[in-house]
């Protein structure tokens, strides 16, 4: 079965701060994998998604996030936190339905 | 012009009681879902639906029936609502059933059952 793994269920960074957050997957076969973000009272957005086209995948609002095989990674990035960025952040992993890791809430000091 | 919307958005019942919660998404998708999410944001799937047809039944109590009337229809029924079915539930759709499409998701019903 498909899964994936978010380490650390809260980080905080600066505004203007590197955000990094962690997505380890676990899979027999190639796999699609997604991160979406939630804002407050809302649902789900799509950020990025890898495909298997390129390892490093570019989404909106300046995240990005690189496929590595090699470690079972799939880290999403962004070079300089922005208040606007606070919200929870879900990796998943798709075969007929997501599923999802456990989530990341990103909050973002002034 | 909304992609994928849900009525109610806030739902407060009784113990015991039948509800339901409806979704419509105007994508012109092939495949609609319903997911849970639980009060520690845990999100899981619970059904699919791909052309009508259902394609993903997870270990859901019996007392949710699903139905889809049409392809930019999906509704769900609870029946019989418990105090554990308080959550955020979302409807989502995608163009295949899985794979790389992108899902995209309604708003969200919070149901709360006192």
């Known amino acids: 079965a498909q899964s994936v793994t978010q380490l650390g269920s809260h980080v905080s960074v600066s505004e203007g701060a590197l955000v990094l957050l962690r997505c380890n997957y676990s899979?027999?076969?190639?796999?699609?994998l997604f991160w979406y973000v939630q804002y407050p009272n809302q649902g789900l957005q799509l950020l990025l998604k890898y495909t298997s086209a390129a390892t490093l995948v570019k989404g909106i609002n300046g995240f990005e996030a690189e496929f590595k095989k090699s470690e079972t990674s799939f880290h999403l990035t962004k070079p300089s936190a922005h208040m606007s960025d606070a919200a929870e952040y879900f990796c998943?992993?798709?075969?007929?339905?997501?599923?999802f890791g456990s989530g990341t809430r990103l909050q973002v000091q002034p | 012009d909304t992609a994928v919307s849900q009525t109610p958005k806030y739902l407060v019942t009784q113990m015991g009681n039948d509800k339901s919660i409806k979704c419509e998404q105007n994508l012109g998708h092939d495949t609609m879902y319903w997911y849970k999410q639980d009060s520690k944001k845990f999100l899981k799937i619970m059904f699919s639906?791909?052309?009508?047809?259902?394609?993903i039944n997870e270990t859901v109590p019996n007392r949710f029936s699903p139905k889809s009337p049409d392809k930019a229809h999906l509704n769900l029924h609870i029946n019989s609502l418990e105090l554990g079915d308080s959550a955020v539930y979302f409807c989502?759709?995608?163009?295949?059933?899985?794979?790389?499409?992108?899902?995209?998701f309604g708003p969200g019903t919070r149901l709360t059952v006192l």
């Open positions: 639906y791909n052309n009508k047809e259902l394609i």
């Open positions: 899979s027999s076969v190639p796999p699609y």
């Open positions: 989502a759709s995608s163009q295949d059933n899985g794979g790389t499409d992108t899902q995209y």
């Open positions: 998943a992993v798709s075969r007929r339905a997501l599923t």
